[in-house]
């Protein structure tokens, strides 16, 4: 297509583009009165001069915004997504006095949970004026079998510098009814559920059978995974303090390695389904000589094998490192009968250390193929290392984008949602399109292509 064509051939190519609706508390909940924004009387923001500081119902986020302009749109009529653009609005469907507001923190530990904890409450306090919120402990089942912690600005005022999660955590605990008898008996209005893919499932269970009951209660779910394996949205929080962690242990395992006759550093990343991490780090580093992920099969074995190539790379240069995600390589450990059915609390299935099989493995390749050389192994899991720092500088200012998106959403009576960026605009999505996406590395995109131009490796195609 000529790009000096008519300004019509070009507003073609962005049609049709279908808006995800996000649920809304007047869709089962009657007569619901608005009110103008407190905004409006908070000294720190001049809410009548600055043009479009409340967004309307035509602010939208697209999915798409890389466009091919040859493409024919009638061989590919699929529509182009577009998302309600997250911010305040002039109106508003809570009385900050009636809020009273939960905030719980579900799975395993991630860096920035205490900062989103924090900038929720402190958002919530200052923006909106909001004085009932409440933080319930140990997961879905703080629900009901603990009693709340009552949270404000000045207890959570140096939360974002700890790591872990100051409202404690646990897997498992959902029990349906109980949590939303909970939520109905404790006059809870406001719920924010930070966690995972599989807390996610359970906030749109929660959020369903609100609905059901026709309760007046807004649920937000912000999606918590270190692993980056959340779909849709453009990363998860916490991500980047784990890539930037995860150097310190590559930096460590390749001074080993150096340090070695014939010296493997061999680095375990976290990435159950998704190597985003180890990707990642590797293209950081530099210093990486393979990077296994969940969604490339490798062998050991024979030609293009993996033995074959370290054996390579130790003839070259003397030694090597090599980073493997935790998902990576599983069908390839052996399992008993009894670990093939293993679940965790949260129903996942239960993965065999691949870091220890994969050095034992190592090992044993030596002593039968080079029994008179010498040969070193080091192993570094730094994964609970990673995961317990407290937030980086960039994704503490991510944590605070999302808690206010999340705030300004609820107040303005969205409910079932997550808010996230997407093509780095914050935007309000379906709470079941989240909990449903995923979100594995593209091997077939152009990034995978420089990790393994950095790294030389084999693709691991049967010969």
């Known amino acids: 297509m000529d ?6 051939d070009i507003t073609n190519l962005f049609k049709p583009i279908k808006l995800k609706e996000v649920p809304h508390l007047t869709q089962y909940v009657p007569n619901l009165q608005t009110r103008p924004n407190p905004l409006d009387q908070n000294p720190y923001f001049d809410t009548s001069r600055v043009e479009g500081f409340y967004l309307t119902q035509s602010d939208v986020v697209l999915s798409q915004i890389a466009n091919d302009l040859d493409l024919d749109l009638d061989l590919s009529p699929s529509p182009r997504f577009a998302y309600h653009r997250a911010g ?6 809570f009385e900050p006095c009636d809020a009273r507001v939960a905030i719980v923190t ?3 530990l991630c860096p920035g949970l205490n900062t989103v904890i924090r900038e929720l409450v402190v958002g919530l306090w200052d923006l909106y004026r909001v004085r009932e919120i409440l933080g319930v402990t140990c997961g879905y089942r703080g629900f009901y079998s603990t009693e709340p912690i009552p949270l404000n600005p000045n207890l959570v005022r140096d939360w974002h510098n700890k790591g872990g999660t100051l409202l404690h955590t646990s897997r498992g605990g959902f029990d349906l009814h109980k949590i939303v008898d909970a939520i109905q008996i404790r006059r809870f209005n406001q719920v924010y559920i930070i966690g995972g893919d599989g807390t996610m499932r359970g906030a749109v269970k929660i959020f369903d059978e609100i609905r059901r009951r026709k309760l007046n209660v807004a649920v937000v779910g912000i999606p918590k995974t270190v692993d980056n394996d959340v779909g849709i949205i453009d990363r998860s929080f916490g991500f980047e303090t784990a890539v930037e962690m995860a150097q310190q242990a590559i930096g460590a395992a390749h001074v080993e390695a150096e340090s070695a006759v014939n010296g493997v550093g061999l680095v375990k990343l976290m990435g159950r389904s998704t190597g985003h991490i180890a990707l990642y780090a ?3 580093s530099r210093d990486v000589d393979c990077c296994l992920i969940p969604e490339i099969d490798f062998y050991l074995e024979g030609k293009g094998g993996l033995f074959e190539f370290l054996d390579q790379r130790l003839r070259e240069n003397g030694h090597a490192v090599l980073v493997v995600a935790e998902g990576a390589g599983q069908d390839l450990i052996p399992r008993s009968d009894s670990q093939k059915e293993d679940r965790d609390e949260s129903g996942n299935p239960v993965f065999l250390d691949v870091g220890v099989w994969l050095k034992s493995e190592l090992k044993r390749w030596w002593a039968r193929d080079h029994p008179d050389e010498l040969f070193t192994v080091k192993y570094i899991d730094p994964t609970y290392m990673i995961r317990a720092v407290h937030a980086n500088a960039t994704d503490n200012l991510y944590c605070t984008l999302l808690a206010h998106s999340a705030i300004h959403g609820i107040m303005a009576g969205y409910a079932g949602f997550v808010a996230g960026p997407i093509n780095g605009n914050y935007a309000y999505i379906p709470l079941e399109d989240v909990a449903r996406a995923k979100n594995p590395v593209n091997t ?6 420089w990790v393994r131009s950095v790294t030389n490796q084999p693709d691991f195609a049967r010969i």
Do not use: I
């Open 3 to 8: 790009v000096s064509s008519s300004s019509s």
């Open 88 to 93: 305040p609005r002039k109106l508003v469907y």
């Open 282 to 284: 590797t293209l950081s």
């Open 444 to 449: 077939k995109d152009h990034k995978w292509s």
């Open 106 to 108: 579900c799975g395993g």
